[in-house]
Structure formats: C-alpha cells, structure tokens
C-alpha cells in the first residue's frame, strides 16, 4: 500500500510575520523570518497556503495591527481549513502574555495550533507549559524595556531636558531645546503683545500667522486661537519644564523666552482676571483732514459731526457736517479756532502747575513705599507657595497623598501664586520714570492749545478724550459745551485752595483728599 505525506494528508498552514520599527535595524526583517518560517513549515511537512506580514507594529497590544486582525478573521471564515500557524517566534503575535493565550485560544478554538520555528511548542501539556512560559517571558522583557524607558525619561526630565518635541520658537538640537533663530523673535513678540492685556485670542493668532508662524504636525497649520491659547499657557518658555505624567515643575536647561512674572500675568489675562476697560474716546476712522469728526457733536441734532469738502469757484474748502437731519455745517478752521480758544482758557497756570507736580512727587512717594512693601509680601508669599508646592509633590510621591489629592491641591496652589505674582506686577512702578513723566505734563500743560496743534491724529483723541471725556457740542454760535474730566478741574483749581506754609512759594494745598484720590 502507498504511504502518503503530509502534504497528500492536507496538513495546512498560514506564516505571520511581523517586525516593528526598531527591530528592521537588526537581523530580524521580515525576510529573515519568512526564510527560517517556510523551511519549519516544510520540516514538519506542512503546506503553506497563505502568509500575512506586517510591518512596523508593535506587539505591545493588538490594536493598531490590522494584518493581525486579518489573520484572526481568517481563520474564523476557513475554520478547520488550515491547521498551524507559524511564527518565528512566540513574540512576533504578542508581548502580552494575556493577549497571547486569548489569541491562541480563539485559534484553537478554528482548529488552529500556533508553531514557533525557533521555539519548542506543540500540544502536549509540556509543551503548553512551555509555550505559555516563552509568553510569559516576553512579556518580562517588554515590561523591563518600558520600565528602562521610563526610568531614563524620568531622568531626562529631572535633569531639566525634554524629550519630545519643543514648543514653538525652539529646535531640538544634540538633545537640547535651543533657539529658533527663524521664529524666536516673532513669538516672543507674541508673548509681548499678550501681556498687554488688549489683543484677544483670535487677534494675536492672526498677528503670529501674518508674521509667518505656522504649527507643524505632519503638515505645516496655521495658528488659530485654540493653538495661541495652548502656546501661551505653557510653562516652558518660562524656563520651567512640566509634565502630565511627572508631579514636579523642574528649572529646564533651555533659554527662556520670558520671565515667570510675563508668564503668570499672561495667564492672568486669558484667566479673564485682567481686562483693560479704559477706552478715551470712541474708535472712528482715521481722517488726518478732519481730526474732530464724531468727537465734537452737533448741538441741534446731539449727533457727531463728519467731514468732507465743497467745492468754490476756485477751490475745494473743508467743512464739518452735521450727520443728523438737520445738514448744518461749519468751516473746518472756525472749529478748530474755537477748541484752541477754549484749550487755552482751560490751561492752568505755570504756579499752579509747579505746586501740583510738587505734590505729585510726594504722592509718588508715598505710594511707591506701599507697593514696594505689597511686592515684598508677594515675593514673600511666593517662596512660601512654591515651598508648600514641593511638599506636596514629595507627599503624593510618597504615596501619602493621591493623584486626585494632589491635582486638587496643586490647583490651589496655582491659583494663588498667580494671584501673588498679580499683586507683584501691580505693584511694579519702578518702569516708570517720574523724572520724565512730570517733564512731559510740564510741556503739556504749559498751553493745551499748542498741545492740540502739534499733536498727530492718534494724539488728538487721547487729548480730547482725556480732558473732555462726556465729548464737545458745537452750538453754531460760536461755542462748544463741554464737561472737563475732574483731573483736570483739580490741576487747574489747585492753587486756589492754597494756604500759606514754610515752602519755597508760600503755598501748600488746604484739602487734597480729592489730588490724593486721583493720584
């Protein structure tokens, strides 16, 4: 009687191959195993009726593995069909010792038997013994592998370098985040703009795209507010590195881009806590032409007055119009006279001047004293918060306080050091020059009038928003009602209410419950 082989006796197989990434670097490519798989298959007399490879996976979980799950419905529709699958070796299906066994058990339960061609596996319960220990012992070297990640990001992370990759405005460079010379200036720039406290989101991400900023993230994005928001709260340019995953805030190696006051004032104003809400004057459009169009208002209609030209017999000459019903209008020039007039009427003084700066001065002073003592107490107050922040990183390290606790915790802590580090920029005059400052309201305040007339379009509004906030009404009699803000009232009357004293002029001020309130 004939003898027949195995392939006559149908004995049926299907290779799975598989190499990840870092693996193609070593003698483990798929060619390699597809070799020693198909000389295994025909050792052990089994025919080979298909092959599945996959390419760059990883075998820490099945999911992101479509060949896999390919070979698993495979065999589910041709089940009992095929009757081994071959590997080169039990890893090559999983590092998971648990998703090992539930996969070869829904192949067994398709008939299916797994072979490792480098590896003793079979069916007898040894062999299973074995097969489930090979299992077991790539999932130790996985989990070795992870825990040395770990362990090594954790130093990097602890020695003040970032593993990833930087945030905008940085490169990484022989392991470092370093400056960006293409786009550090644009986005501390942004940074800058931010801590003004007047540009929204959505404003200050068109400024960085204009400027040719862009996010890339496998294809290069413009900057939209949800990516301007996220820029700017991060730490990093700080100089402080943070991590979801580690409790610590740690001093990074790299440059900042700025200071950890900018920061936390940044924060404060998308926190909403800060909002700059003075507004002088109304924004109009700009006519160099007409600079008192829709600040003086019509005294019939109470609507602002516009500009425009009319034409002579020879010329073109500027008029102001009413923009209500009633079509009056006015000469450009006579206007402007009349605001000069009342510019200079409404000018205080040169003594009075002088003994308002001299209180001012005093007032500076003494206001300069307290602020210096509140941003002391903040600084103060900080250290003592970042201390506290310390002990409750060592605490949840330690495992006396929970992650759930500790974010808890942390969050407070946060909130109160942006607090402080508000109180400390509030309280920070020294940027401002007195010096200066007193020198150009001398210069000012010597003659409104001549202050109007050298002043640009921007300027213009400034003034007149400052002095006559409530605006002017033309009565077309020659005259402008108007409301002088009370700063300006005191400026001017402030010599009237002097008594005399042992200074220089023999003035000092009776009652300045009001200059000290304004200052």
Known sequence: MKQLNNNELGKKAVIYLRVSTEEQVDNFSLGTQEGICLKEAERRGYEVIKMFKEEGRSAKTILGRPVLIDLLEYARKHKNQFQALLVYRLDRISRQTADYLAIRKKLSECGVTIISATEPT???????????????????DNDIRSERTRNGLRARFKSGLISGKPPLGYIYENGFAVKDNKTWDKVKSAWDIMALGKTSLSQIAKIMTDSGLQIYSKKYFKIRAQTANRIFRQKFYAGILTSKTYPDEIRGQHVPMITLDQFYKVQAILDGRRVNTLVLVRKTRENKDFPLRRIVKCGICDVGLTGGWSKGRNSRYPYYRCAGTCTKSI??????????????QITPKKGTINLFITRMYKVYYERYSRLKMMKDKADIEIVNLQKTRQQLVEKNLSGIYSDEIFKEQNAIIEDKIIKAQIVKEDSIIDQYDIDKITDFMRTMLADLGETYKRSDLNQTKVLLGSIFPSGLTWNYNGTLNHMINPIYQNISSFGDNAIPSSSRSGNRTRDLSVMNATL
């Open 331 to 344: 000469k450009v020039d006579v206007l402007e006279n009349a605001l000069i007039d009342l510019l200079k």
């Open 122 to 140: 079979g069916e007898s319960p040894t062999e299973k013994l074995v097969e489930t220990i090979l299992a077991g012992f790539a999932q130790l």
